[in-house]
Nanobody, 117 residues
Framework: QVRVVESGGGLVQAGGSLRLSCTASGTTIGFKTMTWYRQASGERRDLVATITASGLTNYAESVKGRFTLSRENAKNTVYLQMNSLRPEDTDVYYC???????????WGQGTQVTVSS
């Protein structure tokens, strides 16, 4: 059974940095895409950034120049480096994984990011 686990969230002051990790385990199949979303309570889940296994990336306008994705394909792991954090980046961050050869979306439980002003 595929399991998606996020980590790295926490409390940071505005202007600070955090690095989130997302790992897909329980499978020998590599990932096709890994995408970070974020969601505040009662709000819709918004796309933050996505990366393909080949390294193509796409970022939401609000995070361009501040957030950077990297990957370790062999570990089925993706990292989201978040710099120059702002209070409006405060949300629960979720990782979505689609494996090679499939279209099913596997979700993690989310990790809380809180940026204080």
């Amino acid at each position: 059974q595929v399991r998606v686990v996020e980590s790295g969230g926490g409390l940071v002051q505005a202007g600070g940095s955090l690095r989130l990790s997302c790992t897909a385990s329980g499978t020998t199949i590599g990932f096709k895409t890994m995408t970070w979303y974020r969601q505040a309570s009662g709000e819709r889940r918004d796309l933050v950034a996505t990366i393909t296994a080949s390294g193509l990336t796409n970022y939401a306008e609000s995070v361009k120049g501040r957030f950077t994705l990297s990957r370790e394909n062999a570990k089925n792991t993706v990292y989201l480096q978040m710099n120059s954090l702002r209070p409006e980046d405060t949300d629960v961050y979720y990782c979505n994984v689609i494996l090679l050869g499939g279209s099913y979306q596997h979700w993690g439980q989310g990790t809380q990011v809180t940026v204080s002003s």
